[in-house]
């Protein structure tokens, strides 16, 4: 039994250490999509979005993914915590529920613990910091803010494009270095596509939310498609909950023997 373990944990070494940054990556873009209460109302659709929501909300997430890059499939589990703008904690699993990373962030401090490469990665949660690990550039705050369902920019940058009453939706555009579209849905009361494009109208990220549905006290997409230029995710929501007040802390303890990188501005 030792040494089937032991097979389990070198197998898992070999095919997933070089994509556990991925994996966060696609975690951070897959909820951008939710939303705390359903509404039909075109009117106040229209109002609230994409305004920001500056009440505190504790959310608490479980997904299950697969993940198709390069022409190799890996699965893996997430666990996800987010206590307002102040704090989020994360633990990544493989499909055999083997622990394979842990982060801890606040406004001021990230810790990344990367158990394959028995690293801590530590630093501030600004862009240049996490683009440095995870080869996505966001700041900590506009990482809670995908978190949290909230537009990824300030609101007075997204310009509404149209409303198609047929099919119920709201189309709005950023445009900067490249073209960002959010189509909401009037009927989901949340979105069903978000897409980046470069000006030659290559698509750089692709992402459809599909089946939204209760999660106890809260509406949220139960299936995810992330498609990127080499990769593509399948992710399916397990639980998802609002939560009054976490119990527990979200920071870990860091063993002594584990090398520590710090992340310079």
């Given at each position: 039994?030792?040494?089937?373990?032991?097979?389990?944990?070198?197998?898992?070494?070999?095919?997933?250490?070089?994509?556990?940054?991925?994996?966060?990556?696609?975690?951070?873009?897959?909820?951008?999509?939710?939303?705390?209460?359903?509404?039909?109302?075109?009117?106040?659709?229209?109002?609230?979005?994409?305004?920001?929501?500056?009440?505190?909300?504790?959310?608490?997430?479980?997904?299950?993914?697969?993940?198709n890059f390069d022409n190799n499939n890996y699965k893996a589990n997430a666990e996800i915590k987010i206590a307002?703008?102040?704090?989020?904690?994360?633990?990544?699993?493989?499909?055999?529920?083997?622990?394979?990373?842990?982060?801890?962030?606040r406004k001021t401090y990230f810790a990344f613990y990367n158990f394959f490469e028995e690293l801590i990665y530590?630093?501030?949660?600004?862009?240049?910091?996490?683009?440095?690990?995870?080869?996505?550039?966001?700041?900590?705050?506009?990482?809670?803010?995908?978190?949290?369902?909230?537009?990824?920019?300030?609101?007075?940058?997204?310009?509404?494009?149209?409303?198609?009453?047929?099919?119920?939706?709201?189309?709005?555009?950023?445009?900067?270095?490249?073209?960002?579209?959010?189509?909401?849905?009037?009927?989901?009361?949340?979105?069903?596509?978000?897409?980046?494009?470069?000006?030659?109208?290559?698509?750089?990220?692709?992402?459809?939310?599909?089946?939204?549905?209760?999660?106890?006290?809260?509406?949220?997409?139960?299936?995810?498609?992330?498609?990127?230029?080499?990769?593509?995710?399948?992710?399916?929501?397990?639980?998802?909950?609002?939560?009054?007040?976490?119990?527990?802390?979200?920071?870990?303890?860091?063993?002594?023997?584990?090398?520590?990188?710090?992340?310079?501005?």
């Amino acid at each position: 039994m030792i040494i089937f373990v032991f097979g389990i944990r070198i197998y898992l070494i070999k095919t997933m250490s070089k994509y556990i940054n991925l994996i966060i990556l696609f975690i951070s873009l897959m909820t951008f999509s939710c939303s705390s209460s359903k509404s039909t109302k075109v009117s106040q659709f229209i109002q609230e979005l994409p305004t920001k929501n500056t009440n505190k909300l504790n959310l608490e997430l479980k997904l299950s993914m697969n993940i198709n890059f390069d022409n190799n499939n890996y699965k893996a589990n997430a666990e996800i915590k987010i206590a307002g703008y102040d704090s989020l904690s994360m633990l990544i699993s493989s499909q055999f529920n083997l622990p394979v990373a842990r982060i801890y962030s606040r406004k001021t401090y990230f810790a990344f613990y990367n158990f394959f490469e028995e690293l801590i990665y530590e630093g501030n949660p600004n862009k240049l910091s996490l683009q440095e690990i995870f080869k996505f550039p966001v700041s900590l705050n506009n990482f809670i803010d995908i978190l949290m369902c909230q537009p990824y920019s300030s609101a007075d940058e997204y310009i509404l494009e149209r409303i198609n009453e047929k099919e119920m939706n709201i189309l709005f555009s950023r445009i900067t270095d490249k073209l960002e579209y959010v189509l909401y849905s009037i009927n989901e009361a949340g979105i069903i596509q978000y897409q980046k494009k470069a000006y030659d109208g290559s698509i750089i990220t692709n992402i459809s939310y599909a089946n939204y549905k209760d999660f106890k006290n809260i509406y949220y997409p139960s299936k995810i498609s992330i498609k990127l230029i080499n990769a593509n995710v399948d992710i399916n929501v397990l639980s998802a909950q609002k939560v009054e007040v976490f119990t527990t802390p979200f920071s870990f303890t860091i063993p002594k023997s584990i090398q520590r990188v710090q992340i310079t501005d």
